[in-house]
């Protein structure tokens, strides 16, 4: 059995040396260093010949990659390095790493073509003035061969151990049993239709209701394809940190089952929660955790691993405990064990992010994945807020104040383009077909000079301007995007009321483009979700390929296990807001005193949250209430949670769509009713109303796929925490005469029986 490996990825693990240090760092976008790398291969002689591709074997390794380029009648590879900037302070850690590159290719060639000896060239490119550097050197067949079988008999032993895990691992997953004693209702159903869809290699949208076990129900089939498709890797990603609990929880079941895996499971944390010293930049001159960091990580990966085969969850706690006890950074550790890590439990943004790190190893290194999306109906809104930039004149106004004297400039002249466009306008909001392209001139010159100045001054930038050079660097890749599936926009808006100043927003409507290239890269991909209906709207925006299964999983509960009644004597827009607060309490009462017991209630907003509640309160003190606040951190929503026990009794009051809208369990007599005040639908606005005229524009139903499908979704997520086991009883009011409406009806659930409320009598 082989072991295969792209050079850049042998050279990463066996030649890189010295401090983590991200300030000089090959800065162009990809499409400047392919456009780099092509005026490079433009000024050769004919004779040359560019990407070449080469492999090569050392005992059970095989190596591979394509070199940049070779000329012939030079005798001469090239390894082409786009930057901008100062090449004298490139670190010496890194032309050591790009030299090991060369010399690798170098070998392979020379093995290629019979060669005795060959020249080898290190090309670093600016990309701003379009000038080369060359560093040339000569080696002998013999010198590189020697170079080429120690890095390949350095990373061997690693290769063995990985062989041998891989090995055990998929015999073992083959032989995987199903965790528990039998599967719930529908649970079945969905193993055999996601195990199908990767054996097919097929995407498969899943509408799975709550509590049929979809984590376990997911993961479990995808494991037992691990050897029959041959799977590198399994991505189980989230929307939030609850699913990401979720998910490790249902990883640990599976492992402590009979006859487990020896699963690597990882989790994925962002870098603010991971950074232990937020204070210090990342470089060995301010973080002691990034000083040496290439020297230490061999060790640290070797007992990561190990902590892996003795505890098989590298959770975050488990991660940090190596990474400090070798002196390594947690965050980089863990992106280092996402090459060897069987599943990575991580936020979307980890696959579906332009620059996102799981989509570009996969890519890099010819995974085969297959991919979960839990919670998929999030993916939308996500998708939406990953592939759009703002910028904000506040932020740009205050660091233009302290902003170093030689960048003044270029962000005056970024000032001046904006205060253009802002003195046209008219009204407070106005979108556009596209974003000027003075602007955007401005823009990409201003980062440009920033990632100069970077480069020169290696002590950074203050956090206000390096956050804001980050949001233009992120405004002009969108910007070259841009496209029918964006907005353009300006909001203008008074702070302190002594100037206008506005916000840009190059705004994603349907993320579909980017993220159907990610769905078509994997093996396999799974969306589930208990709300992924209607069908159509989540295909449309998501980007699914035509041949997507689609299921709806039959649910597991019946519907007089949950009493669903419409109140449509009770309208909650917001011009009857005033009426209907103290019907809606009189009713939360009612309900309350017929079934004394834990219930939610859910509101458009917190301003309507607020007003019933202080009504409830005065009017009927004696029922316990508690309130989602604005802004709550994350001890705040679990102290929220932890209100709702199997003793206590009472209402709490949250905002549909929200932190506990979805994502919370809470079984049993933890919950036995929600109140839902509201259809969800988003706020009427002309942002909003923009993003109406866009989808009636592309799909022909700009009200429906802006308002209704989001809106209605939410609701049924929000109702879906009441029942959560086959043993749970409970009711949902839906308060809003539009709940009566024969489409909206058409939305909801099939299994419940909705039945007219009347007031009068009581519901």
Same mark, same amino acid.
């Given at each position: 059995?082989?072991?295969?490996?792209?050079?850049?990825?042998?050279?990463?693990?066996?030649?890189?040396?010295?401090?983590?240090?991200?300030?000089?760092?090959?800065?162009?976008?990809?499409?400047?260093?392919?456009?780099?790398?092509?005026?490079?291969?433009?000024?050769?002689?004919? +004779?040359?010949?560019?990407?070449?591709?080469?492999?090569?074997?050392?005992?059970?390794?095989?190596?591979? +990659?394509?070199?940049?380029?070779?000329?012939?009648?030079?005798?001469?590879?090239?390894?082409?390095?786009?930057?901008?900037?100062?090449? !004298?302070?490139?670190?010496?850690?890194?032309?050591?790493?790009?030299?090991?590159?060369?010399?690798?290719?170098?070998?392979?060639?020379?093995?290629?073509?019979?060669?005795?000896?060959?020249?080898?060239?290190?090309?670093?490119?600016?990309?701003?003035?379009?000038?080369?550097?060359?560093?040339?050197?000569?080696?002998?067949?013999?010198?590189?061969?020697?170079?080429?079988?120690?890095?390949?008999?350095?990373?061997?032993?690693?290769?063995?151990?990985?062989?041998?895990?891989?090995?055990?691992?998929?015999?073992?997953?083959? /032989?995987?049993?199903?965790?528990?004693?039998?599967?719930?209702?529908?649970?079945?159903?969905?193993?055999?239709?996601?195990?199908?869809?990767?054996?097919?290699?097929?995407?498969?949208?899943?509408?799975?209701?709550?509590?049929?076990?979809?984590?376990?129900?997911?993961?479990? $089939?995808?494991?037992?394809?691990?050897?029959?498709?041959?799977?590198?890797?399994?991505?189980?990603?989230?929307?939030?940190? $609850? +699913?990401?609990?979720?998910?490790?929880?249902?990883?640990?079941?599976?492992?402590?089952?009979?006859?487990?895996?020896?699963?690597?499971?990882?989790?994925?944390?962002?870098?603010?929660?991971?950074?232990?010293?937020?204070?210090?930049?990342?470089?060995?001159?301010?973080?002691?955790?990034?000083?040496?960091?290439?020297?230490?990580?061999?060790?640290?990966?070797?007992?990561?691993?190990?902590?892996? !085969?003795?505890? !098989?969850?590298?959770?975050?706690?488990?991660?940090?405990?190596?990474?400090?006890?070798?002196?390594?950074?947690?965050?980089?550790?863990?992106?280092?064990?996402?090459?060897?890590?069987?599943?990575? @439990?991580?936020?979307?943004?980890?696959?579906?992010?332009?620059?996102?790190?799981?989509?570009?190893? !996969?890519?890099?290194?010819?995974?085969?994945?297959?991919?979960?999306?839990?919670?998929?109906?999030?993916?939308?809104?996500?998708?939406?807020?990953?592939?759009?930039?703002?910028?904000?004149?506040?932020?740009?106004?205050?660091?233009?104040?302290?902003?170093?004297?030689?960048?003044?400039?270029?962000?005056?002249?970024?000032?001046?383009?904006?205060?253009?466009?802002?003195?046209?306008?008219?009204?407070?909001?106005?979108?556009?077909? /596209?974003?000027?392209?003075?602007?955007?001139?401005?823009?990409?010159?201003?980062?440009?000079?920033?990632?100069?100045?970077?480069?020169?001054?290696?002590?950074?930038?203050?956090?206000?301007?390096?956050?804001?050079?980050?949001?233009?660097?992120?405004?002009?890749? @969108?910007?070259?995007?841009?496209?029918?599936?964006?907005?353009?926009?300006?909001?203008?808006?008074?702070?302190?009321?002594?100037?206008?100043?506005?916000?840009?927003?190059?705004?994603? @409507?349907?993320?579909?483009?980017?993220?159907?290239?990610?769905?078509?890269?994997?093996?396999?991909? @799974?969306?589930?979700?208990?709300?992924?209906?209607?069908?159509?709207?989540?295909?449309?925006?998501?980007?699914?390929?035509?041949?997507?299964?689609?299921?709806?999983?039959?649910?597991?509960?019946?519907?007089?296990?949950?009493?669903?009644?419409?109140?449509?004597?009770?309208?909650?827009?917001?011009?009857?807001?005033?009426?209907?607060?103290?019907?809606?309490?009189?009713?939360?009462?009612?309900?309350?005193?017929?079934?004394?017991?834990?219930?939610?209630?859910?509101?458009?907003?917190?301003?309507?949250?607020?007003?019933?509640?202080?009504?409830?309160?005065?009017?009927?003190?004696?029922?316990?209430?508690?309130?989602?606040?604005?802004?709550?951190?994350?001890?705040?929503?679990?102290?929220?949670?932890?209100?709702?026990?199997?003793?206590?009794?009472?209402?709490?009051?949250?905002?549909?769509?929200?932190?506990?809208?979805? &994502?919370?369990?809470?079984?049993?007599?933890?919950?036995?009713?929600?109140?839902?005040?509201?259809?969800?639908?988003?706020?009427?606005?002309?942002?909003?109303?923009?993003? /109406?005229?866009?989808?009636?524009?592309?799909?022909?139903?700009?009200?429906?796929?802006?308002?209704?499908?989001?809106?209605?979704?939410?609701?049924?997520?929000?109702?879906?925490?009441?029942?959560?086991?086959?043993?749970?009883? &409970?009711?949902?009011?839906?308060?809003?005469?539009?709940?009566?409406?024969?489409?909206?009806?058409?939305?909801?659930?099939?299994?419940?029986?909705?039945?007219?409320?009347?007031?009068?009598? +009581?519901?």
């Amino acid at each position: 059995m082989s072991y295969s490996i792209a050079v850049r990825a042998l050279c990463e693990f066996t030649a890189k040396v010295g401090d983590l240090d991200l300030r000089f760092t090959p800065s162009p976008t990809a499409l400047e260093g392919i456009v780099g790398h092509r005026t490079v291969a433009s000024r050769r002689s004919e +004779g040359y010949q560019s990407e070449v591709a080469l492999e090569g074997l050392y005992r059970t390794l095989k190596v591979k +990659g394509r070199a940049d380029g070779y000329d012939p009648a030079q005798n001469c590879l090239e390894e082409v390095k786009t930057y901008r900037g100062d090449l !004298s302070k490139q670190p010496a850690n890194h032309r050591q790493l790009h030299w090991a590159q060369a010399k690798v290719y170098g070998w392979l060639m020379c093995q290629k073509l019979e060669l005795a000896q060959i020249n080898l060239a290190l090309v670093y490119f600016d990309i701003v003035s379009e000038k080369e550097t060359c560093l040339v050197e000569a080696f002998s067949a013999g010198e590189l061969q020697s170079f080429f079988e120690h890095h390949c008999g350095l990373f061997l032993l690693w290769a063995e151990q990985e062989m041998a895990h891989r090995e055990a691992r998929n015999h073992a997953a083959q /032989k995987l049993a199903f965790p528990h004693a039998d599967f719930r209702p529908g649970q079945r159903h969905l193993a055999e239709s996601v195990f199908k869809a990767v054996s097919t290699g097929r995407c498969l949208m899943a509408q799975a209701p709550t509590g049929i076990g979809k984590t376990v129900g997911t993961l479990f $089939p995808m494991l037992k394809a691990l050897a029959p498709q041959q799977l590198d890797k399994v991505f189980f990603l989230t929307a939030k940190t $609850p +699913g990401r609990k979720l998910a490790l929880d249902a990883a640990q079941v599976i492992l402590e089952s009979a006859d487990a895996p020896p699963l690597r499971v990882l989790e994925m944390i962002a870098r603010d929660k991971a950074c232990e010293h937020p204070d210090k930049a990342c470089h060995g001159e301010s973080c002691p955790l990034a000083q040496g960091f290439y020297d230490r990580l061999p060790a640290a990966r070797q007992a990561a691993r190990q902590a892996a !085969s003795e505890l !098989s969850l590298l959770n975050q706690d488990a991660l940090r405990r190596v990474a400090l006890a070798h002196e390594v950074c947690p965050y980089y550790l863990s992106q280092e064990m996402a090459r060897w890590a069987d599943v990575v @439990v991580a936020d979307y943004n980890y696959y579906f992010d332009f620059s996102a790190l799981l989509f570009g190893l !996969s890519q890099a290194n010819n995974w085969k994945v297959a991919v979960l999306v839990d919670e998929a109906h999030n993916l939308v809104e996500r998708g939406r807020q990953m592939y759009s930039a703002t910028l904000d004149q506040s932020t740009l106004s205050g660091v233009r104040k302290t902003a170093p004297d030689a960048l003044k400039k270029p962000l005056q002249r970024v000032n001046r383009e904006w205060n253009a466009l802002h003195n046209l306008q008219l009204a407070p909001y106005q979108a556009y077909d /596209k974003a000027p392209e003075k602007l955007l001139q401005a823009l990409s010159s201003c980062s440009a000079s920033i990632g100069d100045y970077l480069n020169d001054h290696p002590q950074g930038l203050d956090s206000a301007l390096q956050s804001f050079y980050f949001d233009m660097l992120q405004f002009c890749r @969108v910007a070259e995007l841009f496209d029918e599936q964006f907005l353009f926009d300006i909001s203008k808006r008074d702070l302190e009321r002594k100037q206008n100043l506005s916000q840009l927003c190059l705004r994603n @409507v349907v993320p579909a483009g980017f993220i159907r290239p990610r769905l078509t890269a994997a093996r396999s991909t @799974v969306l589930f979700s208990a709300t992924l209906s209607p069908r159509h709207y989540y295909a449309d925006l998501l980007g699914t390929p035509p041949d997507t299964v689609w299921i709806d999983v039959e649910s597991p509960f019946h519907a007089d296990q949950l009493k669903v009644h419409i109140v449509s004597q009770i309208s909650t827009r917001f011009v009857h807001r005033q009426a209907s607060l103290e019907p809606i309490v009189e009713l939360i009462a009612r309900q309350f005193s017929q079934r004394p017991g834990n219930y939610l209630a859910f509101f458009s907003s917190f301003d309507y949250l607020q007003q019933v509640a202080q009504l409830l309160a005065e009017r009927h003190p004696q029922i316990s209430l508690w309130s989602q606040s604005r802004g709550m951190a994350e001890g705040q929503r679990q102290a929220f949670l932890d209100q709702f026990t199997v003793h206590s009794q009472g209402v709490g009051f949250a905002v549909l769509g929200g932190a506990f809208g979805e &994502g919370i369990d809470l079984p049993g007599a933890r919950l036995i009713g929600a109140f839902i005040a509201t259809l969800g639908l988003a706020q009427l606005h002309p942002v909003n109303e923009q993003m /109406k005229h866009r989808m009636a524009a592309i799909f022909g139903a700009g009200y429906d796929y802006t308002y209704l499908y989001p809106g209605v979704q939410k609701v049924v997520q929000a109702a879906g925490r009441v029942i959560r086991t086959q043993q749970d009883q &409970g009711v949902v009011m839906l308060i809003d005469d539009r709940f009566g409406d024969s489409k909206v009806k058409h939305l909801l659930p099939r299994w419940w029986s909705v039945e007219q409320a009347h007031l009068a009598s +009581g519901a």
